[in-house]
């Protein structure tokens, strides 16, 4: 079950090519072997692997929804599959269910990653690295590689970024598993997929292998492959400051709470003004609609450099907060009109930057 909704969520739409709707179940020898769950939509494809006893060899492709709400609706732990005049018949416990069958003939290959050299990694350790940047890429392909996840491997560490140039998100994870260098351009919505799948996989370490038109990500019983761009990441390293002229330590549950009273009373624009006196030992944020009215909040923070009014975008400087891992967080400020980097106290493996808003 668990492997047939996993695969539905890589089914495609297209009117044109309706057997990409369709997962594909494939057996090969006769004994204790397996059926092979496949399902492509075009840009990426998975392959599970399902034990079980084959009596026959054959493949079939079924509707994946038809396919998936069948095996929701039985509540027998074994279920049989078999093919009877094209179509896929599945009984379990006294119920049968004939699903029709579409021509599986143009189902397309999954990629062949046959005699590529892979590289083997800690299946968290890439999981947490998608899921600290994801949210900072840009939801549109327009320009390619703000619309991915940027993926650097070298040995020792794995990099992940990505902007959508109001805002960038990189994380570095120490590990052991990379022993060569990689460098690829993961699609938004293929590098959620993965991290979806990762999450639902139990395997410790995975197995990575790239082209230069494909990725593909191996872990026991499952393989996952989509496509990459083509394209260069920019040269971020450049656009971060080296150097502070305020900075505040606070809490970062006093600033995501000072963040989401300041939503209330932002209006659509979602602006919030932040306002660093140091001297006065001051660091408050305001935030001001006509329909709704204005506040004023002012927290704890050690407050060091000079007095500064910024304003920010609400959501690009609460969407990092539930990353870090430390309770304190290091806002530091370049001046007014240049970026903010926010880091926690006591991580150093994440870099988080914000672009102000020009009034």
Same mark, same amino acid.
């Given at each position: 079950m668990n492997a047939a909704l996993m695969a539905e969520r890589i089914t495609g739409k297209k009117e044109s $090519?309706?057997?990409?709707?369709? $997962?594909l179940l494939q057996v090969g020898g006769v004994g204790r072997g397996e059926v092979a769950l496949k399902a492509t939509n075009l840009e990426a494809g998975i392959e599970i692997a399902v034990p079980c006893?084959?009596?026959?060899k054959g493949v079939v *492709?079924?509707?994946?929804? &038809?396919?998936? =709400?069948?095996?929701?609706?039985?509540?027998? +732990?074994k279920l049989s599959l078999k093919i009877e005049e094209g179509n896929l018949v599945v009984e379990s416990r006294g119920t049968k269910t004939t699903i029709k069958a579409i021509p599986h003939e143009e189902f397309p290959a999954l990629g062949d990653t046959a005699g590529k050299k892979g590289m083997h990694i800690p299946? +968290?350790?890439?999981?947490?690295?998608? =899921?600290? &940047?994801?949210?900072? *890429?840009?939801? %549109?392909?327009i320009r390619p590689e703000l619309g991915s996840v940027y993926l650097l491997i070298k040995p020792g560490s794995i990099t992940t970024?990505?902007?959508? %140039?109001?805002? #960038?998100?990189?994380? %570095?994870?120490?590990?052991?598993?990379?022993? =060569?260098?990689?460098?690829?351009?993961?699609? #938004?919505?293929? /590098?959620l997929e993965l991290m979806h799948i990762l +999450?639902?996989? @139990?395997?410790?370490?995975?197995? $990575?292998?790239?082209?230069? %038109?494909?990725?593909?990500?191996? *872990?026991?019983?499952? @393989?996952?492959?989509?496509?990459?761009?083509?394209?260069?990441?920019?040269? !971020?390293?450049?656009?971060?400051p080296k150097s502070f002229?305020? +900075?505040?330590?606070?809490?970062?549950?006093?600033?995501?709470?000072?963040?989401?009273? *300041?939503?209330?009373?932002?209006?659509?624009? @979602?602006?919030?003004?932040?306002?660093? !006196?140091?001297?006065?030992?001051?660091?408050? /944020?305001? /935030?001001?609609?006509?329909e709704v009215g204005e506040m004023s909040d002012t927290i704890d923070a050690a407050l060091s450099g000079e007095d500064l009014d910024i304003n920010f975008h609400i959501g690009y400087l609460a969407d990092c907060l539930p990353i870090i891992e430390s309770d304190s967080i290091i806002l530091g400020f370049a001046g007014a009109g240049k970026p903010l980097v926010i880091r926690g106290v006591s991580d150093a493996s994440f870099t988080y930057l914000v672009m102000p808003l020009n009034r």
């Amino acid at each position: 079950m668990n492997a047939a909704l996993m695969a539905e969520r890589i089914t495609g739409k297209k009117e044109s $090519l309706p057997v990409l709707s369709c $997962l594909l179940l494939q057996v090969g020898g006769v004994g204790r072997g397996e059926v092979a769950l496949k399902a492509t939509n075009l840009e990426a494809g998975i392959e599970i692997a399902v034990p079980c006893d084959v009596e026959d060899k054959g493949v079939v *492709a079924v509707p994946a929804s &038809v396919f998936s =709400q069948t095996l929701r609706s039985i509540s027998g +732990e074994k279920l049989s599959l078999k093919i009877e005049e094209g179509n896929l018949v599945v009984e379990s416990r006294g119920t049968k269910t004939t699903i029709k069958a579409i021509p599986h003939e143009e189902f397309p290959a999954l990629g062949d990653t046959a005699g590529k050299k892979g590289m083997h990694i800690p299946r +968290e350790e890439l999981m947490r690295g998608i =899921q600290s &940047v994801s949210y900072a *890429a840009s939801p %549109s392909m327009i320009r390619p590689e703000l619309g991915s996840v940027y993926l650097l491997i070298k040995p020792g560490s794995i990099t992940t970024v990505a902007t959508d %140039s109001f805002r #960038l998100a990189e994380k %570095s994870t120490p590990t052991t598993g990379a022993k =060569q260098s990689s460098e690829l351009l993961i699609p #938004l919505k293929h /590098a959620l997929e993965l991290m979806h799948i990762l +999450e639902r996989i @139990q395997e410790d370490v995975v197995e $990575l292998s790239a082209d230069d %038109s494909q990725l593909s990500v191996s *872990a026991g019983a499952v @393989q996952y492959v989509s496509r990459v761009v083509d394209g260069t990441f920019p040269n !971020y390293k450049d656009i971060i400051p080296k150097s502070f002229t305020t +900075e505040a330590t606070i809490l970062k549950n006093d600033f995501a709470e000072m963040l989401r009273k *300041a939503r209330v009373f932002s209006g659509n624009e @979602q602006n919030v003004g932040l306002h660093m !006196y140091p001297k006065r030992k001051v660091f408050s /944020a305001t /935030a001001r609609s006509a329909e709704v009215g204005e506040m004023s909040d002012t927290i704890d923070a050690a407050l060091s450099g000079e007095d500064l009014d910024i304003n920010f975008h609400i959501g690009y400087l609460a969407d990092c907060l539930p990353i870090i891992e430390s309770d304190s967080i290091i806002l530091g400020f370049a001046g007014a009109g240049k970026p903010l980097v926010i880091r926690g106290v006591s991580d150093a493996s994440f870099t988080y930057l914000v672009m102000p808003l020009n009034r």
